[in-house]
């Protein structure tokens, strides 16, 4: 695993995008209270299981080994244990951390030892003060959206709870990053699509008639496995993560 958007550990693998599947999928902003209090296997509330949660902390401690890096996350709610695995030879593409410096974690909820992990898929650094404050009224925003769609029964519109979580610019040009021409040009497509089922395969094949169908496909599916996009209401309909 290296500092982006990656394959997963075979411990870490999820996909992006919020239904109501047992296997869980989307991302969710949390406070580290919340991850804690959770049940063994995917984040899930209310009707609605997350592959991935979103954290953002202060790193109190790190332990490296030579099978991962775990670093202990803190937040004014409690503090997690996060392992970022290694493969051979990935010490040297570890994230740039320091101790008692802000950092914004997405990875799976997992248990050890009767206590509650998380996975790093992706390990940010804040370099703006506000992205805290901005992830605290997320977390609030998540809940408070889960719990109206569950009310109103709108299986339709669990995405909407589900990817409450806006990531800001200056993480989404990180996300982003290495993107080649046409990816960025499909993903700047389905991000400019203003509705909650996003924008469908098709249109996005009008609009680009210079790239085949197979090579569209091509270009949803890495956008989905790097977690710059997922499904909403179907298979064939997309929102970007950012």
Known sequence: MNDSFGDFNATQTATAGATKDASGEGIISLLVKQ?????EGNFKMFDVTYALVCAVGIVRNIETSSTKITYSLEDHSGRIDAHYWLEEGDAINAPDVMINNYVKIYGSVRSQAGQRVLMVFKLL???DPNEVCTHMLEAMHSRYKAEEYH???DSTSTNAAGMSSNVTSSQGNAM???LDSKQLAVFQAIKSKQS???I???????KFSHISASEMNNILDFMIS???I???????????TL
């Open 226 to 228: 790097e977690g710059h």
């Open 125 to 127: 650094n804040v370099l």
């Open 151 to 153: 009310v109103k029964g």
């Open 230 to 240: 997922y499904s909403s209401i179907d298979a064939d309909h997309f929102i970007c």
């Open 196 to 198: 909650e089922e996003g």
């Open 176 to 178: 982003v990053a290495g």
């Open 35 to 39: 991850i804690l209090e959770s049940p």
């Open 200 to 206: 469908h395969r098709s249109e996005l094949k009008s």
